[in-house]
């Protein structure tokens, strides 16, 4: 099935309406009903499932489907376990502890995924700075870290990265991207603490008395939910889903038709959320259903309107130069908006028709680093690029802190991850000495600003 440019349209359409709505008076309101939003991606994704079925395109939507149903029964079952969890005691919310916090959960990221990693984190996060009044960077910078670079070492970080490990790359691979991970967590890092230190500088003198005044010792609420958080990052690892492949090749067997993973996710959840501590889950974390809903509503639109674009890029894949800079900024500039998962696979499919040398799953090595780094960073720079991302704000939303609208998280990402990102690409993958001498000077840039951040924190304490 050939596509027309103007199929994108309604998934352009849903994206106007995630980033504009909210900031219009008149739509505002409305906009918060999950409701509303529901009914606009329906409007918006059903026309174009139906489009396809008829145009005999039914596995494209089947397909579709499958990922929405597995995507959210990941989200959902994660949220629903980690809400059981609440890190009791308060320690100060100083820029040592909150970089601690982001930093560790950075690690954790690729050893129990990025959404579980996340969903872990968020609320300890919100629940230490709950006295602070500026909260909304280190909400952002969690997303930048812990809900996707962090997740870069195991095909266990990230969706992509098990999807490249289900087309033969080897577990340990991802291994070795290790001075990628280093370099942009490292410098997420100390330009977040600096910027929480001027941040902090500013903080009201009351709200910084109320954060000591109940200081206590940490300890753990909960703590059964950590085992069904394991058995859900187990079952995600081991566990097989439905066998879409056999079941189009007419070699399906019964149990190929049944989502075994998503069974344990969902019982592990159901199981988390009727014996855990209720009294952690509803009076300390004051759990809703708020957050899962609004990102169930809209991924479903999202799902269903990518697909003619995924299909379109299929399309013009043979007009994009396959280079190793050229296949990060694609992969990672489509991953900010198609979904990262389906993004890395088109790309790892397209690279794999490059010939090179050494090859890692039929694919040239340079080039996999490429798209594996595009996957999980590029991710980052929208709500939308990585399940967790939209997760978070919700959550955060829900605390009631003041996140910036999609534009104005694009504006953060910006701002403050994509230099990073430039000067990365231009240190590890140019070859060039000269090329490799601007991101060096990039990378100073950066860490003069977080300089001036740290002279403002100085000067504002000093005042």
Known sequence: MVVAWWSIIPFVLLLGCIAVLPLIPATEKIWDRNLVKLIVALILGVPIAVW?????????????????????????????????????????????????????????????????????????????????KHRTHTVIYTIFIVANCGGLLTPLGDPPLFLGMLRGVPFEWTFGLWP???????????????????????????????????????????????????????????????????IETGHASASDFVPWRELVMLVSAVTSFLVGDRGARF???????????????????IFLTMMPALQY????????????????????????????????????????????EPKVAGVPETL??????????????????????????????????AMPSFGGYVWWSLRRLVPILASMVLIFMTGSLWWILLGVLVALVILGQAGRDLRAAKVVKAE
């Open 52 to 132: 396809f079925l008829l145009s005999g395109e039914s596995t494209t939507v089947i397909h579709a489907l499958l990922e929405y149903f597995q995507f959210i029964m990941l989200i959902g079952s994660l949220f629903v376990a980690s809400g059981g969890i609440f890190l009791v005691g308060d320690i100060k919310a100083t820029p040592r502890n909150n970089t601690i916090f982001l930093a560790v959960g950075g690690v954790l990221a690729s050893f129990i995924g990025t959404t579980g990693a996340a969903m872990l984190l968020i609320r300890p996060i919100l629940n230490t700075n709950q006295d602070r």
């Open 368 to 401: 996999l680093i490429a798209v594996s780094l595009g996957a999980v960073m590029g991710g980052a720079i929208t709500y939308i690029g990585n399940g967790p991302n939209f997760m978070v704000k919700s959550v955060a939303d829900s605390a009631n802190v």
């Open 313 to 356: 890029l299929g399309q013009i894949a043979h007009k994009i130069p396959l280079g190793e800079i050229s296949l990060f900024i694609f992969t990672g500039g489509l991953s900010s908006v198609l979904d990262n998962a389906p993004t890395y696979v088109t790309f790892f499919e397209m690279a794999a028709q490059v010939p090179g």
């Open 180 to 246: 990628y991970w280093l370099f942009v967590n490292a410098l997420l890092l100390i330009s977040y603490f600096a910027l929480d230190k001027k941040m902090y500088a500013k903080e009201p003198s009351e709200a910084l008395a109320k954060d000591a005044e109940y200081v206590t010792k940490l300890g753990l609420r909960g703590a059964s939910g950590l085992l069904f958080l394991a058995i859900i990052i187990v079952a995600v690892a081991f566990i097989p889903s439905v066998d879409m492949h056999a």
């Open 283 to 301: 009076n300390l974390n004051k759990f809703t259903w708020t957050p899962i809903l609004e990102v169930g509503s809209l991924f479903i639109g």
